[in-house]
C-alpha cells in the first residue's frame, strides 16, 4: 500500500476534502493525516472518506493539531517530559489522535516517542560534515560526547516514555489500531539506534511496532551512527511501514524519492506489500515530480 502524506499540501488548503482531492488527483488512493492538520480541515476529510473518494492509510501524532496550533508541531508534547502537565497534554492529544484514526479507518499511528534535555548536537554535525570535516579528530570529539551525554541523561526520560507506552497500546489494541514508533534523525531523540533492539523486547504487545523514516535513516548513516540497509533488516521483523523521501548530503531531507542519495534498492528486502509505505514530502517538493518520484519507488520495490 502505498500513501502520500498530507505534510506536503495540507498548509495551503483551508478545505479537507479539496487537499484529499489533489492527493488523489496525483495517483494515490491512500493519504497519511500527517501533523499539521487544522482542527478546520477535519470536516472536509471526513466528507471526502465518506465518500469514498480517498482512503486514510495512517495519521501521524498529533493530528488534529491542538486548538489555536497552526503550524505541525509532532514535538508539540513530549512523552517523555519530566512535567505532568506535558505528559497528561501529550496523552490527552494522543487519545484524540487514536479516536481520529479509529473514525477514519485507518491503519497505523505514527509516534514520536520524545527526546532526553540536552543542547543540539545534531545540527552541528551535519554543519561540519558539510564543511567537510567529518574525518576529523574534533568531528569525532563532538560525536561522542553527544552520544556520551544522552547515554547519561536518558534513563528518567525512558522510563516516562516506557510508562507512556504501556499505557497507549491499551489504547490502541482497543480501537483496532496499530502503533509505529519512528526513527529519528537527531541523536536526543528516543529509541536511541542504538535501543531499539531493547525496546521491542520491552514492548512484545501485538499493536506496537517500527516505523520506519528512509530519510532520518539516511542522516544517521551519514552522521555516523548507523548503516542505513543493516539497521532497517535489524528490526525487519517489528516493521509496519516506511516514511520515503531522499536527501541530499547530508542532512537535506524530504525530497521526492530519486532526486537525492539513498539507495532504496538496498532497503528492498525488507520491504513487503502489506507495509504501509508513506511518501512524506516537503510543501515545496514540485506537483510534476511526485508522480516520477512514486514511480521510481514503486520500480524498486514493487507496485504494492
Known amino acids: 500500500m502505498y500513501s502520500l502524506s498530507s505534510c506536503w499540501n495540507s498548509g495551503r488548503h483551508t478545505c479537507g476534502r479539496q487537499m484529499l482531492n489533489e492527493i488523489r488527483g496525483l495517483g494515490f488512493e491512500y493519504a497519511e493525516l500527517s501533523h499539521g492538520i487544522r482542527l478546520g480541515l477535519l470536516p472536509g476529510i471526513i466528507e471526502a472518506v465518506e465518500a469514498g473518494e480517498i482512503k486514510i492509510s495512517s495519521l501521524h501524532n498529533f493530528c488534529p493539531l491542538p486548538m489555536g496550533v497552526m503550524h505541525p508541531a509532532p514535538n508539540l508534547f513530549k512523552f517523555t517530559a519530566l512535567d505532568r502537565r506535558e505528559r497528561d497534554n501529550a496523552w490527552k492529544h494522543t487519545l484524540k489522535t487514536l479516536d481520529t484514526a479509529a473514525r477514519l479507518k485507518a491503519i497505523v499511528v505514527v509516534l514520536h516517542m520524545g527526546a532526553v534535555e540536552m543542547k543540539d548536537y545534531t545540527d552541528r554535525l551535519l554543519d561540519m ?34 510508562a507512556f507506552l504501556h499505557a497507549l497500546a491499551s489504547e490502541a489494541s482497543q480501537r483496532g489500531l496499530k502503533l509505529g514508533i519512528e526513527n529519528r534523525e537527531a541523536l536526543e531523540e528516543i529509541p536511541f539506534e542504538s535501543d531499539f533492539h531493547l525496546f ?8 506496537v511496532g517500527y516505523w520506519h523514516d528512509t530519510g532520518h535513516g539516511q542522516i544517521k548513516e551519514n552522521i555516523g551512527v548507523i548503516h542505513h540497509a543493516m539497521h532497517v533488516g535489524g528490526l525487519a521483523d517489528r516493521l509496519w511501514g516506511f ?15 530519486g532526486t537525492g542519495m539513498i539507495d532504496y534498492a538496498a532497503l528492498k528486502p525488507y520491504v513487503k506489500p502489506e507495509h504501509v509505505k508513506v511518501l512524506e514530502l516537503s510543501p515545496g517538493a514540485p506537483a510534476d515530480l511526485i508522480p516520477q518520484g512514486f514511480e521510481h519507488i514503486k520500480s524498486l520495490w514493487g507496485p504494492e
Open 200 to 207: 521491542f523486547r520491552e514492548f512484545q504487545e501485538p499493536s
Open 129 to 162: 560534515i558539510g564543511e567537510g570535516k567529518k574525518e576529523t579528530p574534533k568531528y569525532e570529539k563532538l560525536l561522542q560526547e553527544g552520544l556520551d551525554k544522552r547515554e547519561s541523561r536518558k534513563e528518567p526520560h525512558m522510563e516516562a516514555a516506557y
Open 243 to 257: 516514511h520515503i523521501h531522499d536527501v541530499a548530503y547530508p542532512g537535506r531531507d524530504h525530497l521526492v524519492p
